[in-house]
């Protein structure tokens, strides 16, 4: 928080304990042991963080999908984005904090989005619920005692499992920390989708260290990095438009 920063609430959960704060433009955070876990803005939709991979990531798809499954919706940062571009896609969100998502009806205008949001362990609402999705997209980190953590190993047998929620054209997008200690559970991710997967692309965006990993079994594979570029035209605002132009497209399979 800087000079032309306000906290407007402060919020201690089961699962976190959530800064909410204002920047002097109208802009709010969520900021939970010193990491942003969630921004919205009155009138931008990117970041340069993770968000923004995420988003590139779920329309790398060849058709637009009908139905969409976020793990972990936090403040709904990268459902706000997805809306813009996917007005019709049917999505649903699963989130273990009831203060998150109470947060984010308050100060994140969630309810506009049109979802159908879960307030549940996302594991155990995996091994209930039996549909099926054209992307789902698993952002599940918790905070740990200085940084935050995935809830769980990141495995090829826990990759085929989330596959079991795709359709057959599918998309699976997982969002990955970069460096220090978050190094081998990274390599991990990458070793699980290359063996899962028939093409894989990871997106890095350009302020924080992320890497989104997006894998599909469909036969026509992913959309080729200029066809994801030319989307930023679609942007109003210039900002978001060089925002969009500076995610970099990585073909790992």
């Not at 990531?57 to 058709?63: D, E, I, K």
């Not at 090829?156 to 596959?163: M, P, S, V």
């Not at 997967?197 to 890497?211: G, K, M, T, W, Y």
């Not at 210039?238 to 995610?247: G, I, M």
């Amino acid at each position: 928080m800087n000079e032309f920063s306000r906290e407007i609430e402060i919020l201690h959960t089961d699962y976190n304990t959530v800064h909410v704060i204002e920047s002097a433009d109208g802009a709010i955070d969520f900021d939970v042991i010193g990491a942003t876990h969630a921004t919205w803005h009155p009138r931008l939709l990117l970041t340069g963080h993770a968000w923004d991979a995420i988003t590139a990531a779920t329309l790398m798809g060849r058709t637009p999908p009908e139905s969409l499954l976020l793990l972990g919706l936090g403040g709904g940062t990268v459902l706000r984005q997805l809306r813009f571009f996917l007005p019709d896609t049917r999505m649903t969100a699963v989130e273990i904090d009831p203060g998150m998502i109470r947060l984010a009806r308050t100060h994140m205008a969630i309810d506009e989005l049109d979802l159908e949001i879960i307030q549940d362990d996302a594991y155990a609402f995996l091994q209930r619920d039996t549909r099926r999705f054209d992307r789902v997209i698993d952002d599940l980190y918790r905070c740990g005692d200085t940084d935050v953590e995935r809830p769980a190993p990141v495995t090829t047998a826990g990759i085929r499992a989330l596959q079991e929620h795709l359709k057959p054209d599918g998309c699976l997008i997982m969002n990955f920390v970069l460096g220090g200690g978050h190094r081998k559970v990274h390599q991990a991710g990458r070793k699980a989708f290359s063996e899962c997967f028939d093409h894989v692309r990871a997106i890095q965006p350009p302020l924080s260290h992320n890497e989104i990993l997006v894998g599909t079994r469909a036969p026509e594979g992913l959309r080729a990095p200029r066809d994801l570029q030319a989307l930023w035209a679609q942007f109003p605002a210039a900002s978001d438009q060089k925002r969009w132009k500076e995610l970099r497209n990585l073909k790992l399979r």
